[in-house]
């Protein structure tokens, strides 16, 4: 007899009572948990023990979530013969290990040594120049979302760049909207995973009202590379958001362009607290398709939300899968 | 084994007259040993050292340092080993890092894990999910070198019975997944649940056994023929017991670290135990002072009462733990079946015993009052050594002791039984009894017994 199984069995069967719950009585349960205390010196997100403990060293990642959300990239620009705006960029690719929760190191692929890589910012109509120099072990691409000829698709065959070698990307800007560049080269899945992607920009030719910009590109790590994630963030860092809210203004406007580039989940979400977003799909068009506070997305899709806070306060902001939300990304907006 | 030697086989009660028997056939040679003169074994000492050296003080040293060459020659080819690195360029991975729970404590609002090192890189603890939530947590040393432990506490607002999974994120983002199936409040080590567990204890061991022992009387007014199948019973009893100790081992060792090696923890009990109890058994031999084929039927009985109290000690470990960490509740039916399992361990006690009568003291060695309160001491003590061990192993098991533990003692359970069960089917044949229908179906009884009073509670 194999007593801890019966002992279990009968442990499902409830078959309790008599001698046995006389001499081992179960003690009641307290009306209230004791809170215990904050492990780590981190977090302050104020969720009730939810969340990573300590804090990423964002420069020894060389990059930080916070700078990402407003750096935009216009390269060198230049005019052509034709007197056409050119803008000019130089990339490198290459391995490094990025701490993409505090302690939790991912062995991530890069464009520029950060994921996401460089957001990319220029207006429909523009000349684009982008020379990609390999420095990892594997080929790779810059495959970007947008009209351009079939030699310019950064796919295997067409652009591919092998290990040591360049190649340099040169198109015309359009349509505008809110875009996303990517690696292509095979296994496609593992180049995406690893962090091979970025956002690219591509605005009106007449411009749009005056706002602050941000960009989030919700991104996904696969730690244990077992085909599931254990990190999930908006610009790669778990809660980056959260332990340092992101400061904005009550009463002014805000664009935020969202890119969702998560590998191993079919969809993922922004929701916004306490506020209702103007959303511009794809942000291909100068008047909004909708007003909401939560758009779930398709892996490549991309989206612009225009809002404003009309209150001082924190706010919160996540993916409405609660499981990407507990697990990395959540962040929240410190409205002064 | 020189099985001529013996002509006659001679069994020897308790202190009495040995009583000679009629060798029965076939086995007796198998089971009865030679007795080895001391005069022969100086001979082969003598002998010995006469190839390996002079006598004397000299030869003692020279004989060290023959011993000592082969290990320096050993520990010079490990360091050659370490300084040379051959394994370096056969193999591209790195070492997978392991990390192993030993042990929940569950408190309301509170997850206390303690976690070890059990793999062969160092490892940090970087983050804990519980439920698939990164969740905050703290711990005494986040980096572990190779074995070595932390305590990691989470404040989680858990609910009984709604399983919990925990993830240990290193690192590098390796997962360590940790499951609790059926989550409850952590027993706490204190005086009163010392006290309740004691109570437990003597009401589902000591109390059963008492009372199967109360056989003894019946058994003693028994024909032989009986006597012999209350043996053969003992013997299935004994082999059941085996079976489940090797399980229970096996089972825990499958939960121990894996740099522990939970099986090889098992293997050491059991052989550990076995070799114990033989050479324990085998004390005397030759000296004239014990029969040939071993021991006495109270030296067996106490035999039988140790394998029995080793056997129960690991099955205290085991219901301790159960119950400690919530896993199971008690119940009535449980304990009722605990209480038929342990009256059937009663009675295989008995079982060596019953057959004594014939060797009851003669008038003259003294009054029948003093020798019936010997006799019940020594039931007391017997009682005392298979059922107590149940409320060591109670406490020990309540302090939920990494499941390493639980399997040595197993080991040394199953090792020790199996001895037993050896020396008392040994014990079966020297008394000349053959493999009647009514011994085989007594032991086949003894297993069915233990098998039904297993199962019919749950």
């Known amino acids: 007899m194999r007593r801890r199984t019966f002992l279990a069995r009968l442990g499902a069967a409830g078959a309790l009572g008599g001698v046995g719950t006389a001499v081992l009585a179960r003690q009641p349960l307290p009306a209230a948990a004791p809170a215990g205390p904050r492990g780590g010196d981190g977090h302050q997100g104020g969720h009730e023990g939810m969340g990573t403990v300590g804090r990423v060293d964002h420069a020894r990642n060389g990059f930080d979530p916070h700078r990402i959300l407003e750096d935009f990239d216009a390269g060198t620009v230049s005019r052509d013969r034709q007197g056409r705006v050119v803008h000019e960029y130089e990339m490198a690719t290459f391995p490094q290990d990025i701490e993409v929760a505090p302690g939790v190191v ?45 030699g310019m698709d950064g796919v295997p065959g067409a652009g591919e760049v092998e290990p040591g070698g360049s190649f340099t990307y040169d198109f015309v800007a359009e349509p505008f909207g809110t875009h996303l560049y990517h690696c292509h080269s095979l296994p496609l899945r593992e180049h995406l995973a690893r962090g091979l992607y970025g956002a690219f920009i591509v605005d009106p030719p007449g411009g749009r009202p005056e706002a602050h910009e941000m960009v989030m590109v919700m991104n996904a790590f696969d730690t244990d590379f077992d085909g599931e994630n254990e990190v999930y963030a908006a610009n790669t860092v778990a809660f980056a958001y959260d332990v340092d809210p992101v400061p904005l203004r009550a009463g002014e406007l805000q664009r935020l362009h969202v890119v969702n580039v998560t590998e191993h989940d079919p969809v993922n979400s922004i929701h916004l607290h306490a506020t209702f977003f103007r959303l511009y799909r794809t942000g291909t068009s100068l008047e909004p398709h909708e007003l909401t506070d939560v758009v779930t997305m398709g892996q490549a899709e991309r989206h612009m939300l225009e809002f404003t806070y009309r209150e001082p306060g924190r706010y919160l902001f996540h993916a409405h899968q609660t499981e990407f939300a507990e697990l990395g990304w959540t962040g929240a907006f410190e409205v002064r | 084994m020189h099985g001529g030697d013996v002509q006659r086989q001679v069994e020897q009660r308790d202190g009495e007259q040995p009583i000679e028997r009629r060798p029965s056939a076939g086995w007796s040679g198998r089971f009865a040993r030679p007795a080895r003169t001391a005069r022969s074994a100086r001979t082969a000492r003598t002998a010995r050292s006469a190839r390996f050296g002079r006598p004397g003080r000299l030869a003692c040293a020279s004989s060290l340092a023959l011993a000592a060459a082969p290990l320096l020659a050993l520990v010079l080819v490990v360091a050659v080993l370490l300084a040379v690195d051959p ?66 506490v989470v404040d989680y607002p858990w609910e009984p019975g709604v399983p919990l999974r925990i ?132 030296g067996l009985a106490v035999l039988v009462a140790v394998g029995i109290g080793l056997h129960n000690f690991g099955e205290g470990l085991a219901v301790g733990a159960a119950v400690s960490t919530g896993e199971v509740a008690l119940g009535t039916a449980l304990v009722v079946a605990f209480t038929l399992h342990n009256a059937t361990e009663g009675l295989a006690i008995a079982g060596p015993l019953g057959g004594a009568a014939s060797a009851a003291p003669s008038p003259g060695s003294g009054t029948a009052r003093r020798s019936r309160a010997r006799v019940a001491g020594a039931l007391a003590g017997l009682v005392a050594v298979s059922g107590l061990p149940v409320v060591a192993g109670l406490w020990l098991g309540a302090l939920a002791l990494p499941a390493g533990w639980a399997a040595l003692a197993f080991g040394v359970a199953a090792g020790a039984v199996a001895q037993v069960a050896w020396a008392v089917a040994r014990w079966l ?26 199962v019919l509670a749950g």
């Open chain 2, 87 to 152: 394994v370096r360029g056969l193999t591209g991975t790195v070492p997978v890092e392991s990390l192993a729970v030993e042990r929940v404590v569950l408190e309301p609002g509170r997850i206390e894990l303690q976690v070890r090192n059990d793999g062969r890189t160092d490892v940090t603890l970087a983050q804990v999910q519980v439920n698939g939530a990164y969740w905050q947590h703290t711990t005494d040393e986040a980096r572990l070198g190779r074995l070595a432990g932390t305590r990691v």
């Open chain 2, 167 to 298: 993830a240990l994120v290193t690192g590098t983002g390796v997962v360590i997944d940790h499951e609790i199936d059926n989550p409850g409040e952590t027993l706490r080590p204190s005086g009163d649940t010392a006290r309740r567990l004691a109570v437990l204890g003597l009401l589902i061991a000591p109390v059963p056994i008492a009372i199967g022992v109360a056989w003894l009387p019946a058994l003693r007014r028994s024909r032989a023929a009986w006597f012999d199948a209350a043996i053969a019973f003992t013997v299935g009893l004994l082999a059941f017991l085996v079976v489940d100790s090797a399980a229970e081992g096996l089972d825990a060792a499958g939960d121990a670290p894996g740099v522990l090696d939970g099986v090889g923890l098992f293997a050491v009990g059991a052989l550990g135990s076995v070799a114990v109890l033989a050479a324990a058994g085998d004390r005397g031999r030759g000296t004239g002072r014990m029969p040939a084929h071993g021991v006495s039927a109270v």
């Open chain 1, 106 to 150: 991912y062995p991530a692929w890069t464009y520029e040594g950060r994921v996401p890589g460089p957001t990319l910012r220029v207006t429909e109509g523009d000349r684009v120049r982008v020379r990609l120099v390999n420095g990892s072990a594997h080929p790779h691409t810059l495959h970007f979302h947008g009209f351009h000829p079939a």
């Open chain 2, 429 to 454: 044949h020297a008394r000349g009894a053959a493999l009647t229908p009514l011994n085989a179906g007594a032991f086949v009884a003894a297993v069915v017994a233990m098998y039904l009073t297993g």
